[in-house]
T-cell receptor, first 114, second 112 residues
Framework: DGGITQSPKYLFRKEGQNVTLSCEQNLNHDAMYWYRQDPGQGLRLIYYSQIVNDFQKGDIAEGYSVSREKKESFPLTVTSAQKNPTAFYLC?????????????FGEGSWLTVV | GENVEQHPSTLSVQEGDSAVIKCTYSDSASNYFPWYKQELGKRPQLIIDIRSNVGEKKDQRIAVTLNKTAKHFSLHITETQPEDSAVYFCAALNSGYSTLTFGKGTMLLVSP
């Protein structure tokens, strides 16, 4: 768990602004994920990446973008097109695809729109 | 894609009682089912998982059972303690995309 670092932990965004959440892992994991957590909604998948330079949309990708230029890094940009971005964002990784391999989570980033 | 239903949404028990949380899934090809515990303001942490080649797995006070025919799996916590109070999430592997789909969570409250 300690090998996944998210920053910042708290972030305030003005409406109309893009913000980028950082996620770095030193676990040598191939796969990385971004989840969004809202009260009573569980964890919903935004984007995931199984290898460098490749990523796929999850269930709620609209208004978000990602990149995977390095194995260790998977930043998430919350764009102005995301109408309700206030949430707790969790980055995660696993050794390969999630097919039976444990997913480990970072400590999360709280994003609030002001 | 996979759909995971989790019940109940909240569960209150007295210390020492048992707690059971149930989940159903839709993808009959799913073969991996982890359970995560999330304390307030913290990250989810894996507490136990089960693969489809077994029907039950136990780790001290925690056990998980799996019924593939009925497509449901359950978390059992015995001799509950106040520190067991947290939100618990079940998940199932989405076989088509190798990602996990999570239930909406169960808030477990253990009263001393």
């Amino acid at each position: 768990d300690g090998g996944i670092t998210q920053s910042p932990k708290y972030l305030f965004r003005k409406e109309g602004q893009n913000v980028t959440l950082s996620c770095e892992q030193n676990l040598n994991h191939d796969a990385m994920y971004w989840y969004r957590q809202d009260p009573g909604q569980g964890l919903r998948l935004i984007y995931y990446s199984q290898i460098v330079n490749d990523f796929q949309k999850g269930d709620i990708a609209e208004g978000y973008s990602v990149s995977r230029e390095k194995k260790e890094s998977f930043p998430l940009t919350v764009t102005s097109a995301q109408k309700n971005p206030t949430a707790f964002y969790l980055c995660a990784s696993s050794s390969r695809q999630a097919s039976g391999n444990t997913i480990y989570f970072g400590e999360g980033s709280w994003l609030t729109v002001v | 894609g996979e759909n995971v239903e989790q019940h109940p949404s909240t569960l209150s028990v007295q210390e020492g009682d048992s707690a059971v949380i149930k989940c159903t899934y839709s993808d009959s090809a799913s073969n991996y089912f982890p359970w995560y515990k999330q304390e307030l303001g913290k990250r989810p942490q894996l507490i136990i998982d089960i693969r489809s080649n077994v029907g039950e797995k136990k780790d001290q006070r925690i056990a998980v059972t799996l019924n593939k025919t009925a497509k449901h799996f359950s978390l059992h916590i015995t001799e509950t303690q106040p520190e067991d109070s947290a939100v618990y999430f079940c998940a199932a592997l989405n076989s088509g995309y190798s990602t996990l789909t999570f239930g909406k969570g169960t808030m477990l409250l253990v009263s001393p």
